[in-house]
């Protein structure tokens, strides 16, 4: 592939400017096809030009092809002095240049820690073609999981533990999901809906941002296309921007069972489709409530949500709504947690009970880590131009501040580098859309001109970021978190091939990220003044002995603008409910009167809606909230919380900084939660770098991650299906008297078994293609096959296990399951022996044993 980039570059520049015409491009020759085809337009500078030639120079020595790319010499190409200044080696030659690559990686304390830096930068520049690209443990596929996506396979171990137990789940339950970038959370969402969809009803997916709705809707599309060919053109994603025709069709869609599957930000959830989604529930209809992101639920202080406790209080609702046997199954997923949002997950979503944990817990083993220290601005700039000049693209820029967002894109314009934009807090969602565009070089699932290599942003820009081939995340800052660092880290390299993460710091960072950590926090008086003397409207026209808040409430002494008087009152409904004092619950809709026109009852529904997004029901939870004293020393203990919460953020990532030990143990120490660990890993950071080479050599890891093995989520309540046949044992052995009777009865008593909750299958009896035609006919029930006899000895659940036909004794790990006291149906031939005792019949050893046929009947 090397050669051929090689050969594309010579040739778009032989053919500058017009147009080489060679075909499709991709990577960086299509990259650089756009900066040159933007240069007459004054889209690309010079170093836009040199830094993409660089890219593929360095990608074709590596892989072989050393030989120097002859560039003419023409006005708007870069002169020698600027190939130069980007780093490569440029030499006359006539009317061109000969340009070489030359390696470059950020500054190391010793000769030999920058020798290994330059290797690992030299695996970034390989990308998909570098040995140590991430490769997952492939597993067969469960029979659902071919059935509803047509993926003959799972990703990785954690994938299909989680794809189980997310599709075993019984109503009403909650379960948490910490699943690798790349493991591939959404088919593991999605099937287990599809599955409990599969006669209709609708499960909700919740995204923090509109961006990623629409980014989910395309990648539902995507996979559901594979067996549904209409998928492509069904709407899934209920955002703001859909005209009323539409909402109102995904609304009765939801209503009548026919949605299958909707996409929403937790604010549409609890206002726009809050009617729908409660009548859904009513009916049977709704089955799983999915939080993707869920790590974002736990954001206390000024950014927190209040519709993601609205969500928690609506789902109690839809708990009650629709009884114990058709209750939503609730789901959070990500690929980080810690054991703060852990706990506030299960605090806002697993009430009642407790919720079930899927661990699959890994660092990612594809950034090089390299941290940098300057004594001021001036020198920062310097490096990190070198680092944005010199490293691979794509790549993601990150700052502390929307300004600094600013100044740093005039800066780089300045220094020739044209192909960069900006993503920050005040960009609109316009601005944002044509910035993911023209970095990825994809609009709508449509092909488009790349415009820009390198995005500028800060925090603001992460959420909806699905671009995979990111090689480089720079900071030119210090984050305020390790999470946030860890977070943005994560944009790089999520193709599975290797990334690098550089890390620049000035003494004045810290400074800043103090004051980015440490939020404003409102004071107990301030609170007290806000919650008593005016955000009470009214008790609602509702059943429940609410109050319902006006979250726009200004003090008349006060006369800032709307936006911040809303954060204040978030704020402060945010620490009541973490301090036990309230509980949130979305607005309840009027009720109509009994003699109310057609006409006035519209009007009224229509303005309750119009004024709904600025209110919020509440129920006083502690009988002593209106009690002054009590409320500020309620407020003040929350404050201490959010206080310590936050020094510690900035003192690991003051920790991590320091470079004293490996990344890879302060950050997998950061997330790990109680009883769950994350598995360690490391391609490169500077204290690894400082005793040498890898163990294994150039191009390794210095820790490889374990691949998380996690258990399947043991569900309560699946009973045996045909416990009248065995009351006294949790065995049962069926058998057939021939071949005949075996060919006519056991299919359709498997059928019925899988029908009537039963999900594991197994035995040397039983093939894949057999598991897959039961779940053809199992309905909504998930057929777990058992393809090497491993869950026999793994699971707690029922299990059935089929013998061959002409088996003369019971495979041991049946009679190993029985003897244990572990359910399973153990299905044989009568002349079977048990395998312990030579000699003597299954059907004699076991204390419950009847022909097949009896079984059928029974169902």
Request: with cysteine.
């Amino acid at each position: 592939m090397s050669a051929d980039e090689w050969g594309q570059a010579r040739r778009l520049f032989e053919a500058w400017p017009a147009a080489a015409d060679q075909g499709a491009q991709a990577g960086t020759v299509r990259r650089l096809g756009d900066a040159l085809a933007g240069v007459s337009r004054g889209n690309s500078g010079w170093r836009d030009v040199v830094a993409l030639t660089h890219q593929i120079l360095l990608r074709a020595h590596a892989l072989g092809n050393a030989a120097p790319l002859p560039v003419p010499l023409r006005p708007g190409l870069p002169t020698r002095e600027q190939w130069q200044a980007g780093g490569l080696d440029a030499l006359f030659d006539h009317e061109r240049v000969l340009l070489r690559g030359v390696m470059w990686a950020p500054h190391e304390e010793s000769a030999a820690a920058a020798e290994v830096g330059l290797d690992q930068v030299s695996q970034a520049v390989l990308g998909t073609d570098s040995a140590i690209r991430r490769a997952l443990d492939n597993s067969p596929a469960d029979p659902f999981w071919e059935h509803m996506l047509d993926y003959d396979h799972y990703l990785s171990r954690g994938q299909q533990q989680a794809a189980r137990s997310l599709a075993m789940m019984p109503p009403g339950e909650t379960a948490i999901v910490c699943l690798p970038t790349g493991h591939g959370k959404t088919p593991v969402a999605l099937a287990a809906c599809m599955l409990s969809g599969a006669h209709g009803g609708v499960s909700v997916l919740v995204v923090p941002t509109v961006v990623l709705a629409i980014d989910m809707e395309r990648r539902i599309r995507s996979l559901l296309s594979r067996t549904d060919p209409n998928a492509a053109q069904r709407r899934y994603a209920y955002t703001g921007s859909l005209d009323a025709a539409a909402k109102r069709q995904i609304r009765d869609a939801i209503v009548s069972g026919r949605q299958g599957l909707v996409v929403a930000s937790p604010e549409a959830v609890t206002m726009g489709l809050q009617p729908a989604l409660l009548e859904a529930a009513k009916a049977g209809h709704l089955h799983y409530l999915v939080l993707d992101e869920a790590h974002l639920v736990e954001q206390w202080g000024n950014d927190f949500r209040t519709a993601f406790q609205s969500l928690a209080a609506q789902r109690r609702s839809w708990l009650g709504a629709a009884g114990q046997a058709r209750a939503p199954r609730t789901v959070a997923m990500s690929a980080t947690l810690t054991q703060q949002q852990v706990s506030t997950l299960e605090n806002l979503f697993a009430r009642p009970r407790k919720a079930k944990m899927v661990w699959a817990s890994e660092l990612r083993q594809e950034p090089a880590y390299f941290i940098d220290s300057f004594n001021g601005e001036p020198e920062r700039f310097e490096a990190v131009l070198e680092a944005v000049t010199r490293l691979p693209k794509p790549m993601a820029l990150y700052v502390a501040r929307r300004e600094d967002a600013k100044i740093w894109l005039q800066r780089l314009r300045e220094a020739g580098m044209h192909r960069v934009a900006t993503v920050h807090g005040d960009s609109t969602e316009e601005e944002r859309r044509a910035a993911l565009a023209g970095w990825s070089g994809r609009s709508d699932d449509a092909v488009v001109p790349t415009r820009f290599d390198v995005i500028v942003g800060t925090s603001a820009f992460g959420l909806g970021i699905d671009l995979s081939d990111v090689r480089t995340v720079i900071h030119a800052c210090l984050p305020e978190t390790v999470d946030r660092y860890y977070q943005e880290v994560g944009r790089g390299g999520r193709d599975g091939s290797p990334s690098l993460a550089y890390l620049a710091t000035t003494p004045g960072d810290l400074g800043i990220a103090q004051s980015l950590n440490r939020q404003n926090l409102i004071t107990a008086p301030t609170a007290w003044e806000r919650w008593w003397e005016g955000m009470f409207l009214q008790r609602p026209d509702s059943e429940r002995d609410l109050y319902r808040l006006n979250m726009t409430h200004r003090p008349a002494r006060l006369a800032e603008g709307y936006r911040r008087h809303r954060s204040w009152n978030e704020q402060i409904l945010n620490f009541m409910v973490r301090a036990g004092l309230i509980e949130i619950f979305p607005p309840a809709p009027p009720r109509r009167a009994p003699d109310e026109t057609d006409p006035t009852w519209e009007r009224r529904l229509m303005a309750f809606y119009d004024q709904a997004p600025d209110l919020v029901d509440v129920d006083l939870r502690d009988g002593q909230t209106n009690n002054p004293s009590y409320f500020a020393d309620a407020i003040n203990r929350v404050r201490r919380d959010v206080r310590t919460a936050q020094n510690n953020a900035l003192a690991r990532m003051e920790q991590l900084i320091r470079r004293q030990r490996c990344l890879a143990d302060d950050l997998a120490e950061y997330y790990t939660v109680s009883g769950y660990f994350t598995m360690p890993a490391c391609r490169g950071c500077p204290s690894c770098r400082r005793r040498g080479w890898p163990p294994a050599g150039p191009g390794t890891l210095y820790r490889a991650p374990l691949s998380p093995d996690p258990d399947i989520a043991e569900w309560t309540g699946r009973g045996a299906p045909l416990a009248a046949l065995h009351p006294y044992n949790p065995s049962l052995c069926l058998y057939w008297r021939s071949g005949e009777e075996r060919r006519g009865e056991l299919m359709p008593l498997l059928v019925r078994l899988a029908r009537a909750g039963v999900s594991y299958f197994g035995g040397p009896g039983l093939d894949a293609a057999h598991a897959l035609a039961i779940q053809r006919e199992a309905g909504s029930n998930a057929v777990v096959f058992d393809h090497d006899g491993c869950l026999a000895y793994e699971v707690g659940g029922l299990m059935v296990w089929v013998e061959k036909e002409d088996a003369t004794v019971v495979d041991a790990r049946a009679w190993t399951r029985m003897a244990d006291g572990d359910a399973l149906y153990l299905l044989h031939p009568e002349k079977a022996e048990s395998g312990t005792e030579p000699g003597r019949l299954v059907m004699n050893a076991h204390a419950t044993a009847l022909p097949l046929v009896h079984a059928r009947k029974e169902l």
